[in-house]
């Protein structure tokens, strides 16, 4: 069974960045393709970035250019770096893997941009 564990939201002013984590349990990064999903107040989850077991990383067009996910499969953990945020990026992150898996959802981390 697989457990991930969302860190490292929290509350940031526009233009701010934060740097979120995701620690897996077992080596499902050597596996399995990963992503960085969100979900907003009354919307729906979506992909906000996804990486390969070879690193090639796609991005929803609302994040291009701001952040940037990657993986340390030694260390079973993922990361996404969020720069230049907006209060658009508020949400709950959750990683998963790519396409994501139902029993595999965490708890997520909360971010709230705002000034």
């Known amino acids: 069974q697989v457990q991930l564990v969302e860190s490292g939201g929290g509350l940031v002013q526009p233009g701010g960045s934060l740097k979120l984590s995701c620690a897996a349990s077992?080596?499902?990064?050597?596996?399995?393709?990963m992503g960085w999903y969100r979900q907003a107040p009354g919307k729906k989850r979506e992909l906000v970035a996804s990486i390969t077991r070879g690193d090639s990383t796609n991005y929803a067009d609302s994040v291009k250019g701001r952040f940037t996910i990657s993986r340390d499969n030694a260390k079973d953990t993922m990361y996404l770096q969020m720069n230049n945020l907006k209060p658009e990026d508020t949400a709950v992150y959750y990683c998963n893997t790519f396409p994501s898996r139902d029993t595999a959802w965490g708890q997520g981390t909360q971010v709230t941009v705002s000034s």
């Open positions: 077992g080596s499902i990064f050597s596996i399995w393709p």
